[in-house]
Structure formats: structure tokens, C-alpha cells
């Protein structure tokens, strides 16, 4: 049987919301009059949600578990949700129902347009704090800024994209992954639907400081060279002000000024210098050790129970 729809959420000790997810998901898409299914990727939950997810899946055939066999992270769970995907069009959205399921009808109108990526951009956002909201503003204005695909602003993984553009990025196996940005790299037709972002129903984020800073770091270290950029100017930075001081240094003192004598001064520029010569190879490193991690060739994921994976060209 042909799917039209493939819902995915990752799921990570959600057990409060996955109920309700599947009930507002079920509502939405039986309004379609399409088939469908969703797929629910548990990443190693502790809480409950394994047992809750299993229980579903009897209940309602169209949902399809997949296990794994530990916490793998946001970004591979929704990847192996694209592996499993068998939709002509497939939908990424948070199981903590922040992403309204409704929306899921607006981007499939778009795409019926002849749309190959609608995303949905984030208008408004209810029940975040002020630190929230300015940090993820940041987040989103630095990797525009910075990094050389154009990734849309105000804009997470909630999205409906073609069966073309997923075929695309299961081909695309990089370990640190920022799928936004992949989506965006590859290209298509693309269009955004605005949005409000609803309160979370329950529980707590998933992503907190320490993960969007992991997040912006694997964005920028796989879109840009700007950290090795700036690495550079730094050095010739010092390198000018080190010419620029060395005459005058010689100046002053066939001048008879005692201004730069005594230990001080050198004690200052070796620190200095050390100090950028530490923070370029902490940068030559963050790339090095992400080369290491490609060439391991392990696999994304380990999954414990899944139904069976689509062919890569469906």
C-alpha cells in the first residue's frame, strides 16, 4: 500500500505526551482522507515511553515503534525516523506537541502546490523565557551569519518534506548532523508557513544550553570554515601588532623612555600568543576529531525493534 504521510517524532522521556500526540496527530491526518502513518523513535527512554509506544502500535496499526538500543541524540533519532519513513511526503515534528499538529495541514497544502520542502518558521513562542527566547534568536542569527548555506530564520526541524529531498538526505550519512541545515544545502523548491509555537503540554525541555550550543557547534563546524577563518585573521593580527611594536618598542628606548622595561611586557605578549596558539588548535581539533569520527564508519544508530526498513530508492 502506498503512504502519502509520514509523521516522525523522536521521542525522549515524553511519556506525558505521547498519548496525546497520537490522538491530535490521528485527528489531523484522518481529516486528510490520505494514508498515513507515524513513526515514533524512541531514543532510549527511561521513563515509561517505551512500554507506552509499544502499547500504541497495537492499538493502531499505522504506528510504527522504532526501538533503540540507547539514547542516540534529537538528530539521529529524526534520521532514523527518515530511514523507516515510507510517505510520498514526510513530516518531522517534537512530540511535545509545540509544534501544533494542525499546522501539519498547511504545510501539506504547500506541498500539493508543488512544493518539495515547506518549513515552518516560528512567528511566536509561548511559554518561554526571556533567556530562552534571546538565546535561540542568537542561535538562529549567528548560523545564518556565519555559515554558507542560507538556513531560514526561526526555523527548527518541523517540516513536511518530498520523498525526492528525503531520498537526498538518507544518502547524506555524516555522524554530526543538522538535518535544518541539510535540507536546506540540498536545495528543491522550498517555502515557509508562519506559525505559533505552542507551550510545552508536559515535561521539560530536551533542549537545554549545554545540547543548543553542541547543535550550533555542529552546524557551524559542518556548513562554515569561519572558525578556521578567524583562527587566520587572529594571526595576522598579532603578527601586525608584532610589527607594528617592534620598532616602536626600539624607538622608545633609543629615546631613553624606560616605559617597556622589565618583565612585563613579555610576560603579556607570550600569553597572548600562546592563548591564540591554543585556541587554533582547539578549532584545528573540533574539525580533526570529526574526521576521525567519519572514518570510524560506525553506524548512526543501533535500533533493538523496528518494523522494516524501506528500500533507499522508493
Partial sequence: MTITYSIIAPIFNELENISALWQRVSQVMESTGETWELILVDDGCTDGSTERIRELAKLDSRVKPVIFA?????????????????????????????DPPEVILELAAKWKEGYEVVYAVRAEREGESWFKLATASLFYRLIYRITDVKIPLDTGDFRLIDRKVVAVMNSMREKHRFLRGMSAWIGFKQIGVEYKRAARVAGVTKYPLKKMFK????????????????????????AGLA????????????????FFE????????????????????????????????EVKGRPLYVVSDAPERVAQDE
Fill in 243 to 258: 610589527i607594528v611594536a617592534i620598532p616602536l618598542v626600539a624607538a622608545l628606548r633609543l629615546a631613553g623612555s624606560h
Fill in 70 to 98: 540507547r539514547n542516540f541524540g534529537h538528530q539521529i533519532a529524526v534520521t532514523a525516523g527518515l530511514d523507516y519513513a515510507r510517505g510520498r511526503a514526510v513530516v518531522i515534528i517534537d512530540a511535545d506537541l509545540q
Fill in 215 to 238: 547543535l550550533a557547534l555542529n552546524a557551524i563546524t559542518g556548513f562554515s570554515y569561519f572558525p578556521l577563518q578567524v583562527a587566520t585573521y587572529v594571526g595576522f593580527i598579532a
Fill in 262 to 293: 622589565g618583565q612585563t611586557t613579555t610576560l603579556i605578549s607570550v600569553l597572548f600568543l600562546g592563548g591564540v596558539q591554543l585556541i587554533s588548535l582547539g578549532v584545528l581539533g573540533e574539525y580533526i576529531g570529526r574526521i576521525y569520527d
